[in-house]
């Protein structure tokens, strides 16, 4: 059977070089006038062309404050729909449409929503990583970088934490919230690094310090010295006085961590599996340097938000960014 198209993908193949491509994502830049965000999982030349790479708290609040007319967003669907709730003017591309993430996945807002109905009375509390629809249904936003602060920010509040279970239990103790309702979701990529293989590795390097992601699971967190967002991680990097680090996320933050420490031993922590890939994210992946191009070429595919729910949305995300300045 024909292989059918996808809506809204390219098959192209431009036939450009490496530094020919380049050369034309910047020149489209400059006629689209366009800013390019970055999420550090991303490629390390699409990272290298970017006009800011950050976290997904960063890279929104750059979003929020562009004075460009084309935001081409290399991340994840979720981030760059956030990008479109708070730019509704605004053109905003992606280099593929089907990069995806396993968390907004993993969290349906007709499901969402009925799930929720158990809990009346209850502050929604959601992970950035969700659909548009999700944060329609949710009070305040988070990213990895403000979970905590947040949730502690709420008092004697009763919440729900969605989707990520993992970054749930790892807030409700930092916030003492042993109450915490949590959605169940998870990351795919963090929930496969191993412990045992990690504490074989600590063996083999006793003054490594383990740096860990709070999507990772309790096994490899209560491992670790330092849990942050992937840029309190390079930040950590940089100025923590040791010199080697054990880095427990997606593997496209080495990138920039050796950038901001270019003295430093950077290892990243390992998967069960020794033969698989799975510490690279496959959704950041389906980015390319030829997909950007072709975005700012053709100005597709877009990101749209239905404006009932962008609007919706929007509430919960501003909330967020008011108390994160
Ligand atoms: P950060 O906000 O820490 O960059 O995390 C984004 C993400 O998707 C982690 O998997
Ligand atoms: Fe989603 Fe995990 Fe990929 Fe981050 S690393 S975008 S949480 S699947």
Not at 233 to 240: E, F, G, Q, T, V
Not at 287 to 313: F, G, H, M, S
């Amino acid at each position: 059977m024909d292989k059918l198209p996808v809506v809204g993908q390219r098959e192209e193949t431009v036939g450009l070089t490496e530094s020919e491509l380049e050369n034309e994502i910047r020149r489209l830049k400059t006629e689209r006038n366009a800013v390019i965000l970055a999420h550090y999982y991303q490629e390390s030349e699409i990272q290298d062309l970017a006009d800011f790479v950050g976290d997904s708290l960063q890279l929104s609040q750059q979003a929020a404050k562009t004075k460009a007319d084309v935001i081409a967003f290399c991340g994840v669907h979720f981030m760059a729909e956030t990008a479109k709730i708070l730019n509704p003017n605004k053109i905003v591309v992606v280099p593929d449409l089907t990069a995806g993430c396993s968390l907004a996945d993993g969290c349906p807002a007709p499901l969402f929503g009925r799930w929720l109905e158990q809990y009346p009375g209850h502050t929604v509390v959601s992970y950035i990583n969700c659909s548009a629809e999700v944060k329609a249904l949710s009070d305040i936003i988070c990213t990895s970088s403000n979970a905590v602060k947040i949730v502690k920010a709420l008092g004697g509040e009763k919440v729900v934490f969605a989707p990520d279970r993992h970054l749930g239990a790892f807030v409700a103790k930092q916030a003492s919230r042993p109450d915490l309702v949590t959605w169940q979701g998870t990351c795919v990529v963090h929930e496969t690094f191993s412990e045992r293989r990690l504490l074989e590795l600590m063996a083999q390097h006793p003054d490594a310090e383990v740096i860990a992601h709070p999507e990772c699971t309790e096994a490899i967190l209560r491992h670790a010295h330092h849990v942050a967002s992937t840029s309190g991680l390079i930040d950590y990097a940089k100025k923590s006085p040791k010199q080697t680090f054990i880095v427990a996320t997606e593997a496209g933050i080495l990138h920039k961590m050796h950038q901001a420490a270019p003295d430093k031993t950077l290892i990243a922590a390992p998967p069960e599996d020794e033969s698989c890939a799975c510490n690279m994210c496959p959704y950041m992946k389906k980015n390319t340097l030829e997909k950007l191009y072709l975005c700012l070429r053709d100005l597709a595919p877009q990101v749209d938000v239905p404006e009932p729910i962008r609007i919706r949305a929007l509430r919960p995300i501003q909330r967020m960014l008011d108390m994160s300045v």
